[in-house]
Nanobody, 128 residues
């Protein structure tokens, strides 16, 4: 099993920025596609962004497109979620997830059911 640890969350004012990190324990991290999801109080978990195992292909959900970006540094076993122009409605627990099953280079995944290992989450709170 791959251990994932999210960090970088916190309290920020509306309009501010945060960069979340997802660090993995596996030296084979470059074999895994990764996604970011979030869950707000009383709501279902929703997809935010995904990246293929090489970092060459990414996808960001329409409702955060232009504000959020996903990237990865396989040498550091880390995936990032850069969040800009944050809004109070971005307040949530943010999770990263890794797909341990085979994934082709260039392929990313948007469904939580495509992922096998999850981090514990990091809280992001945006004040108005």
């Amino acid at each position: 099993q791959v251990q994932l640890v999210e960090s970088g969350g916190g309290l920020v004012q509306a309009g501010g920025s945060l960069r979340l990190s997802c660090s993995a324990s596996a030296r084979t991290f470059s074999n895994y596609a990764v996604g970011w999801f979030r869950q707000s109080l009383g709501k279902e978990r929703e997809f935010i962004a995904a990246i293929d195992k090489s970092g060459g292909s990414t996808y960001v959900a329409n409702f955060v497109k232009g504000r959020f970006a996903i990237s990865r540094d396989n040498a550091k076993n880390t995936v990032y979620l850069q969040m800009n122009t944050l809004k109070p409605e971005d307040t949530a627990v943010y999770f990263c997830a890794a797909r341990l099953r085979y994934s082709a280079r260039g392929t990313y995944y948007v469904s939580e059911y495509d992922y096998d290992s999850w981090g514990q989450g990091t809280q992001v709170t945006v004040s108005s």
